[in-house]
């Protein structure tokens, strides 16, 4: 809209227009306000009545809740208002008229289910809190990218629609692709694993995921979006150094460009982690977790870690912190194992007080050893030739990790339900809108 003010940008003095949604009408008798919001802010439409066309002032007070206007008129200091000024319109514009029954409240006055604000998404975001967390997201996904830059690493785009799963044929959803059978990602793990292998070295991903878990929980997506990176010519200690760095980043990103969202939620103290995180090994985990007691049961050697026990572990420690060394029948294929140890893996989780977020380690690239990791998960390695021929013409170690947008935001902003940190989440229940 040609020569349209944000209301944040207006001044006292001035003849404006401003264009929004009618967030609130207050009739006061002889005089009215009508509180336009845009997304910046808010800003007071002051109607006298007596001293106004009365078309205007029809037109101005008449239209409903959430309707798109456009206002113009002089900008005047009025100590009273919510902002400080006032605008006196000389011309309303209804852009779009809302109906007068909203399936929710966009005010927040009235509160709504969760379950009805996904299915209204796009009036859910225009409180100010929820619009907050997606600012927040996109300040995130900001900070990550400069910090990958800043270590040398390229953005990369690797596809979605795959012959083979990353990690075989489970929890996988398969499409129609030209009369063949054909499957939506569950990770670009291999995709990027032969990106080291070229001359770009050292790379990331930020892009979408699926998988076909039946899961129904507070915690779990079918489409979620991760952040990925895979560096040739490191160990897996200096990629969980790139792998703090990126969520300190994003910590750190937030704490300096977010201090309104933040407000909005509550968070008055927001602080980045600056300590270096722990690492311990999946051994020192365990006996740490037991020591709890907590637990029913005690684990053992061997033992994933079920959610009570990753809250035991989290509470105990208290920060985020890294678990290394797991055991190789935990992890998949592609990680590598001590050679001294071929029990063992170079495996790591980074993990919140919360729950797990970044899997990662360091990869195996001697072509024996991959093929003979496939077979010993019950994988046939000639289904993943476009990989593994690639492992004969000279791959370098490398190592590289993955953790996922919604659960870094969900962790941060200590969100209920990761759906929150989504803006259209897909799960077992939920495929529109």
């Given at each position: 809209m040609e020569n349209r003010t944000h209301a944040a940008d207006v001044a006292a003095g001035e003849t404006a227009t401003v264009a929004g949604w009618v967030h609130e009408i207050r009739d006061l008798g002889g005089i009215a306000f009508l509180i336009l919001r845009d997304k910046t802010g808010k800003l007071q439409i002051k109607f006298e009545k007596d001293e106004?066309?009365?078309?205007?002032?029809?037109?101005?007070?008449?239209?409903?809740?959430?309707?798109?206007?456009?206002?113009?008129?002089?900008?005047?200091?009025?100590?009273?208002?919510?902002?400080?000024?006032?605008?006196?319109?000389?011309?309303?514009?209804?852009?779009?008229?809302?109906?007068?029954?909203?399936?929710?409240?966009?005010?927040?006055?009235?509160?709504?289910?969760?379950?009805?604000?996904?299915?209204?998404?796009?009036?859910?975001?225009?409180?100010?809190?929820?619009?907050?967390?997606?600012?927040?997201?996109?300040?995130?996904?900001?900070?990550?990218?400069?910090?990958?830059?800043?270590?040398?690493?390229?953005?990369?785009?690797?596809?979605?629609?795959?012959?083979?799963?990353?990690?075989?044929?489970?929890?996988?959803?398969?499409?129609?692709?030209?009369?063949?059978?054909?499957?939506?990602?569950?990770?670009?793990?291999?995709?990027?694993?032969?990106?080291?292998?070229?001359?770009?070295?050292?790379?990331?991903?930020?892009?979408?995921?699926?998988?076909a878990e039946e899961h129904n929980t507070p915690r779990h997506l079918n489409e979620a979006t991760m952040i990925d990176f895979e560096s040739a010519f490191v160990d897996h200690h200096e990629a969980m150094d790139v792998c703090e760095g990126t969520l300190k980043a994003a910590y750190e990103g937030v704490a300096e460009n977010?201090?309104?969202?933040?407000?909005?939620?509550?968070?008055?103290?927001?602080?980045?982690?600056?300590?270096?995180?722990?690492?311990?090994?999946?051994?020192?985990?365990?006996?740490?977790?037991?020591?709890?007691?907590?637990?029913?049961?005690?684990?053992?050697?061997?033992?994933?870690?079920?959610?009570?026990?990753?809250?035991?572990?989290?509470?105990?420690?208290?920060?985020?912190?890294?678990?290394?060394?797991?055991?190789?029948?935990?992890?998949?294929?592609?990680?590598?194992?001590?050679?001294?140890?071929?029990?063992?893996?170079?495996?790591?989780?980074l993990m919140h007080p919360r729950m797990e977020l970044v899997s990662g380690g360091q990869r195996e690239h001697r072509y024996d050893e991959l093929v003979a990791g496939f077979e010993q998960q019950g994988l046939d390695p000639e289904q993943f030739d476009y990989y593994t021929r690639m492992f004969k013409y000279g791959m370098p170690p490398h190592a590289g990790w993955a953790y996922g947008v919604e659960r870094l935001v969900m962790t941060m902003l200590d969100l209920d339900n990761i759906r929150e940190a989504v803006l259209f989440p897909r799960d077992r229940q939920r495929l529109s809108p």
């Open positions: 106004m066309d009365d078309d205007l002032v029809e037109t101005g007070l008449g239209v409903h809740r959430e309707s798109v206007v456009a206002v113009t008129g002089a900008v005047e200091e009025e100590p009273r208002a919510p902002t400080g000024l006032e605008m006196v319109p000389d011309s309303v514009d209804v852009l779009a008229e809302a109906d007068p029954e909203l399936p929710l409240d966009p005010s927040g006055k009235v509160d709504a289910e969760l379950p009805t604000r996904l299915n209204n998404r796009t009036l859910d975001l225009r409180k100010p809190e929820v619009k907050a967390i997606f600012e927040i997201r996109a300040e995130i996904l900001r900070s990550v990218r400069e910090y990958f830059r800043s270590v040398g690493s390229t953005e990369i785009n690797t596809p979605k629609i795959v012959a083979t799963g990353t990690e075989g044929g489970t929890e996988l959803f398969p499409i129609t692709y030209f009369g063949k059978e054909a499957f939506m990602n569950q990770s670009p793990q291999l995709f990027k694993q032969l990106m080291v292998g070229s001359g770009l070295e050292r790379v990331f991903e930020i892009g979408p995921i699926f998988r977010c201090q309104e969202q933040l407000e909005l939620l509550g968070y008055d103290d927001f602080e980045a982690p600056s300590d270096d995180f722990p690492r311990l090994t999946y051994e020192e985990a365990i006996e740490r977790i037991n020591a709890t007691g907590e637990l029913d049961t005690q684990l053992v050697w061997g033992d994933d870690l079920s959610t009570e026990a990753e809250k035991a572990l989290g509470d105990d420690v208290g920060g985020h912190y890294f678990i290394t060394d797991w055991p190789s029948e935990i992890k998949p294929f592609y990680i590598q194992d001590y050679d001294d140890d071929p029990q063992l893996s170079k495996g790591f989780d």
